[in-house]
Every structure is written in structure tokens, then in C-alpha cells.
């Protein structure tokens, strides 16, 4: 008899030291998530500083230093600043969307929340940042003929040489916070499905 209470008193030290050990590992995933979740917003409002200072600097050179005047270059300034502001009001949207995340519920109940942000973003990183860029470019060259009027020939190849670089340059930084952002949300994922697997087993 008191062997089979001693047996009986070591599988339930052993349980509940499971019990704590798992605990402490939900504990731990749930501190990683919400850091990397941290870590994308953080991400969005960089993205919206970085395209607000640049929205206001194209739109104080066009309002004090270089006045259009053709219909064809005022479209062109639209595009530009349209193109640059769609993109500000998208990544507002995402901070929202990623807020409204309960990291608690979504690791209890489900992962759809994240995975569906996660589409948006790809999305978003997609066809329509493809698109912005698109019509940013048309309305950069929109403006090139009435600029021709007033700088030379090489000035303006200078000009149009400078804006590919730049391109580049920026489709280059682009694409690298692209990659690690995308990287970030599918480790909150897998995260999440580990602590999801981690809560079932506890309630086991």
C-alpha cells in the first residue's frame, strides 16, 4: 500500500513539474510574440515617417521651388503625391490591423488573424506597392517635358539618370524590409502554433 502511494505521490510531482516547465515555455513563446509583434508596428510607423517626410519634401518643391504650370505636369505631381499618400494611408491601416491582434486569443483560440494580416502585407509588398511605384514613375515623367523647357539637355539627363539610380536604390531597401518583415510575421506564426501546441498539452 505505501509503495503504490509513493508511486502514485511521484507521477504527480512529475505532472505537475511538466505542468510548471510547459508553462513557463508558453510563457517565454507569448514574451517572444509579443516582441516581434512590437517589432512590425514599429515597422509600420517607420514606413510612414519615411513616405510623410517625403511627401512633404516633393510637395514644398513643387509649391515654392518648381511651380508647374502644364495640365500634363500637374497630373504628374498627383500621381506622385498621390501614389505616396495612398501608401501613407495603407500602412495607418496595418498598425490598426496589427493592433486589433490579441496575441493571447489568437495563441488560445486561433492563428487566422495573423495569417490573414500576413496575406494583406504580402499583398500589399505585391501588386500594389508595384503599382504605386507604376504610376509614381508615369507622374515623374509626366513632369519631364515642361522641365525640359527650362533645363538643358544634359541637365535633364542628369535628372533622369539620377531618378533610375534612385529607383533602384529604393526598390533595393524596399524589398530588404519586405523580406525581414515578412520573415518576422511568419516566425510570430510558427510561434504562436508552438504555443497553441504548448497549451493544449498543458490541458492535457
Given amino acids: 500500500?505505501?509503495?503504490?502511494?509513493?508511486?502514485?505521490?511521484?507521477?504527480?510531482?512529475?505532472?505537475?513539474?511538466?505542468?510548471?516547465?510547459?508553462?513557463?515555455?508558453?510563457?517565454?513563446?507569448?514574451?517572444a510574440i509579443t516582441t516581434k509583434k512590437n517589432s512590425s508596428v514599429q515597422f509600420h510607423y517607420g514606413n510612414i515617417?519615411?513616405?510623410?517626410?517625403?511627401?512633404?519634401?516633393?510637395a514644398a518643391f513643387f509649391y515654392f521651388l518648381a511651380p508647374v504650370q502644364e495640365i500634363l505636369s500637374r497630373i504628374g505631381v498627383v500621381l506622385m503625391l498621390g501614389g505616396l499618400l495612398t501608401r501613407i494611408v495603407i500602412e495607418?491601416?496595418?498598425?490598426?490591423?496589427?493592433?486589433?491582434?490579441?496575441?493571447?486569443?489568437?495563441?488560445?483560440?486561433t492563428?487566422?488573424?495573423?495569417?490573414?494580416?500576413?496575406?494583406?502585407?504580402?499583398?500589399?509588398?505585391?501588386?500594389?506597392?508595384?503599382?504605386?511605384?507604376?504610376l509614381y514613375t508615369i507622374g515623374f515623367y509626366m513632369i519631364t517635358p515642361e522641365f525640359?523647357?527650362?533645363?538643358?539637355?544634359?541637365?535633364?539627363?542628369?535628372?533622369?539618370?539620377?531618378y533610375i539610380i534612385g529607383a533602384i536604390i529604393f526598390i533595393s531597401f524596399i524589398r530588404k524590409s519586405i523580406k525581414k518583415e515578412i520573415k518576422t510575421l511568419?516566425?510570430?506564426?510558427?510561434?504562436?502554433n508552438k504555443m497553441v501546441e504548448e497549451t493544449e498539452t498543458v490541458s492535457l
Avoid at 500500500?1 to 515555455?25: A, R, S, V, Y
Avoid at 515617417?49 to 516633393?58: D, F, K
Avoid at 500576413?118 to 503599382?131: A, E
Fill in 148 to 162: 525640359s523647357l527650362y533645363f538643358s539637355t544634359w541637365k535633364m539627363i542628369l535628372i533622369d539618370v539620377s
Fill in 186 to 192: 511568419l516566425e510570430i506564426i510558427e510561434l504562436r
Fill in 92 to 109: 495607418c491601416i496595418s498598425v490598426s490591423k496589427s493592433k486589433k491582434i490579441d496575441v493571447i486569443d489568437n495563441v488560445l483560440k
Fill in 111 to 134: 492563428t487566422n488573424n495573423t495569417i490573414a494580416f500576413y496575406k494583406f502585407r504580402k499583398q500589399i509588398h505585391g501588386p500594389v506597392t508595384i503599382i504605386i511605384l507604376a
Fill in 49 to 58: 515617417a519615411v513616405l510623410s517626410v517625403t511627401l512633404i519634401g516633393i
Fill in 1 to 31: 500500500m505505501e509503495n503504490e502511494f509513493d508511486e502514485l505521490q511521484n507521477k504527480w510531482q512529475k505532472g505537475k513539474k511538466d505542468i510548471e516547465n510547459n508553462t513557463e515555455t508558453i510563457n517565454e513563446t507569448l514574451a
